[in-house]
């Protein structure tokens, strides 16, 4: 459970960097708040996309025994 959450954590520091960092280039300055809006809609996006492979995986590993 600790390995997930970590992933978790992972994953949006990682999405929350990208924003940041394509925001500062395009602009000059950085507003957080819609970083940090933009950072939580990739991440919730990507939580479901991986819930949805690993849901995928389990039932297929399911059905083959």
Not at 15 to 35: H, R, S
Not at 48 to 53: A, K, M, T
């Amino acid at each position: 459970m600790l390995f997930i959450i970590i992933i978790m954590i992972f994953i949006f520091v990682m999405i929350f960097a990208l924003q940041y960092k394509l925001t500062l280039n395009k602009e000059g300055k950085v507003d957080i708040g819609k970083v940090l809006e933009s950072t939580v809609l990739w991440s919730l996006l990507s939580y479901i996309v991986i819930g949805v492979i690993v849901l995928g995986v389990s039932l297929i590993a399911a059905t083959e025994n």
